[in-house]
């Protein structure tokens, strides 16, 4: 009687296991450095992982100081995504908190893209970080993302690569779009003068020729002698426009375009998306948000000088 006893429990005890609600597993932890970066990991990994960020929209990645919230989420994540090629010289910071063995993915440092030199400031020659900025620099990043999601989350590597793909599709898209958009800007108007070096890319990408105040944004910003070489660069080139960007201070550029009595447009978003409201809530809208403002700026006619 005992022993049916014990084999009656047994089985009660084994219909309850099975009929109760498997415990959710956990999702992948992933800090990205800045909002650009945020917003290609969320297309990614979808509902499969959470993504935090530490420079918000509308902040500068180059000069932003670590605070608790930031600190917090290092010390919680499973995976860090970031730029490299030192746009994010904060990272110091990151290293000396987090665990050694905490992963910390350089995105730009890993993806099979072709970098090209800052040509001005105190960073001349070293790569521009930028490479973001060509839709297909942005897709070289999202094959270093799928591929390092999918290794740390290899149960959803599927659904990882499935978005990486529209992803992908999206961003073929997004460059045909460009190209339609800015092809018929005259040769002459086709220049770009802006604050930091941060336009470089696109510029490549698209045909355009480019100059730039100063290199990155946590060098000494508006320096007297580069003020004076791109002076003398303006009054000789005569561009359509000169252009700021939305995380650098306007007051540089303004100083130059009224030095040499050309307009100033702006801004363009290159460090930091908009937040959800603006112009630039995500990087499609971003590169389209740029794409228009170069086309009202530089896409008419010029007047013979």
């Known amino acids: 009687m005992r022993n049916k006893l014990i084999n009656v429990g047994s089985l009660l005890v084994a219909l309850l296991l099975a009929s109760a609600p498997a415990v959710a597993e956990s999702p992948l932890r992933v800090v990205t450095s800045f909002s650009v970066i945020a917003d290609l990991v969320k297309r990614v990994a979808g509902d499969n992982a959470s993504v935090d960020v530490i420079v918000p929209p509308g902040e500068d990645v180059h000069r932003w100081e670590l605070n608790p919230p930031n600190v917090l989420a290092l010390e919680e994540t499973d995976l860090v995504f970031y730029n490299g090629f030192d746009l994010e010289p904060w990272l110091r910071d990151v290293q000396a908190i987090v665990e050694d063995e905490l992963p910390m993915v350089a995105l730009a440092e890993h993806a099979d893209y072709p970098t090209l030199p800052l040509t001005v400031g105190r960073y001349e020659n070293s790569a521009n970080?930028?490479?973001?900025?060509?839709?297909?620099?942005?897709?070289?990043?999202?094959?270093?993302?799928?591929?390092?999601?999918?290794?740390?989350?290899?149960?959803?590597?599927?659904?990882?690569?499935?978005?990486?793909?529209?992803?992908?599709?999206?961003?073929?898209?997004l460059d045909a779009g460009i190209r339609e958009r800015l092809g018929g800007i005259p040769q002459t108007n086709r220049s770009l003068v802006t604050s930091e070096a941060g336009v470089a890319y696109f510029a490549d990408a698209y045909d355009f020729e480019?100059?730039?105040?100063?290199g990155v944004n946590h060098e000494t910003l508006g320096k007297a002698a580069a003020m004076a070489?791109?002076?003398?660069?303006?009054?000789?080139?005569?561009?359509?426009?000169?252009?700021?960007?939305?995380?650098?201070?306007?007051?540089?550029?303004d100083a130059q375009a009224r030095y040499v009595d050309l307009p100033?447009?702006?801004?363009?978003?290159?460090?930091?998306?908009?937040?959800?409201?603006?112009?630039?809530?995500?990087?499609?809208?971003?590169?389209?948000?740029?794409?228009?403002?170069?086309?009202?700026?530089?896409?008419?006619?010029?007047?013979?000088?």
């Open 129 to 173: 970080p930028h490479m973001w900025m060509a839709p297909q620099g942005a897709a070289a990043y999202v094959d270093v993302i799928v591929d390092t999601l999918s290794a740390h989350a290899p149960d959803h590597a599927e659904a990882f690569g499935q978005r990486a793909d529209e992803l992908k599709e999206t961003l073929e898209e």
């Open 210 to 214: 480019y100059t730039a105040l100063w």
């Open 229 to 253: 070489r791109l002076q003398a660069t303006l009054a000789d080139k005569r561009p359509p426009a000169l252009f700021y960007e939305s995380t650098t201070p306007k007051i540089h550029m």
């Open 264 to 305: 100033l447009a702006g801004p363009l978003y290159v460090d930091a998306l908009s937040g959800s409201d603006g112009p630039a809530a995500d990087y499609v809208a971003m590169l389209r948000h740029n794409t228009e403002l170069l086309h009202a700026a530089l896409g008419g006619a010029r007047e013979d000088d």
